[in-house]
Structures are given as structure tokens and as C-alpha cells.
């Protein structure tokens, strides 16, 4: 059993930088796929990003590549996403989740859910 604990969101304005991060509880944290999914008010959760249990393959959504980077500390078991030049299209809700696999699958279930934490980017 994991449970994640997401912080690190607020306000910020267009360009600007936030990173979240996660924590997890549990020993099984360091072999799972932990992800970032969003949902923007009105509109269906949404992929983010994904890393894989050793940190070492990442996937992105199209509409972050670049301006988003997912890592992870299996020592600290934490994941974190560091976004920058945000645009308000970003404003949402941002979960952490994992999965129990070592590496991202697109049709796999997420298995773990944090509480979410809120992002508005403002123009």
C-alpha cells in the first residue's frame, strides 16, 4: 500500500515556475511508475508525466514537453515536478499517482491517488 501526499501548488503568472512535489509512504514506493495527471475545471483528467521506478525513463504529454521535467528520490521517497514557463492553460488540479509497474504504460491503471493539489496560472 502506498499513500502520496502531494504539495507545492498556488498562484503564479503566465512564464512563470512552480515545482511540486510528493511524498509517499510505504516500502513499496521505489518499484512502482509514479506519475502526474491534471484536471482542469469542466474538462477530463488528464496525463502528464510519468518516471519510472529507477528514475530513469520519463514520459511527457505533448502540451508540457519541454517546459515540464519529473524526477524522483527513492531515498526521500518523493517525486517531484518542476514546471516552468507556465501558461494558464496549465491551471488545474494536479494529482500524484503510481502504478504498479516499473515503467509507465499509457493503458495501465493508476492504482494510487494523492489528494491533489491546485495550480492557476494566471495571464
Known amino acids: 500500500q502506498v499513500q502520496l501526499v502531494e504539495s507545492g501548488g498556488g498562484s503564479v503568472q503566465a512564464g512563470g515556475s512552480l515545482r511540486l512535489s510528493c511524498a509517499a509512504s510505504?516500502?513499496?514506493?521505489?518499484?512502482?511508475?509514479m506519475g502526474w495527471l491534471r484536471q482542469a475545471p469542466g474538462k477530463e483528467r488528464e496525463f502528464v508525466a510519468a518516471v519510472s521506478w529507477n528514475g530513469i525513463a520519463t514520459n511527457y504529454a505533448d502540451s508540457v514537453k519541454v517546459r515540464f521535467t519529473i524526477s524522483r528520490d527513492n531515498a526521500k521517497n518523493t517525486v517531484y515536478l518542476q514546471m516552468n514557463n507556465l501558461k494558464p492553460d496549465d491551471t488545474a488540479v494536479y494529482y500524484c499517482?503510481?502504478?504498479?509497474?516499473?515503467?509507465?504504460?499509457?493503458?495501465?491503471?493508476?492504482?494510487?491517488w494523492g489528494q491533489g493539489t491546485q495550480v492557476t496560472v494566471s495571464s
Open positions: 510505504g516500502r513499496t514506493f521505489s518499484a512502482y511508475a
Open positions: 499517482a503510481g502504478m504498479m509497474r516499473n515503467y509507465y504504460m499509457p493503458t495501465a491503471e493508476w492504482v494510487y
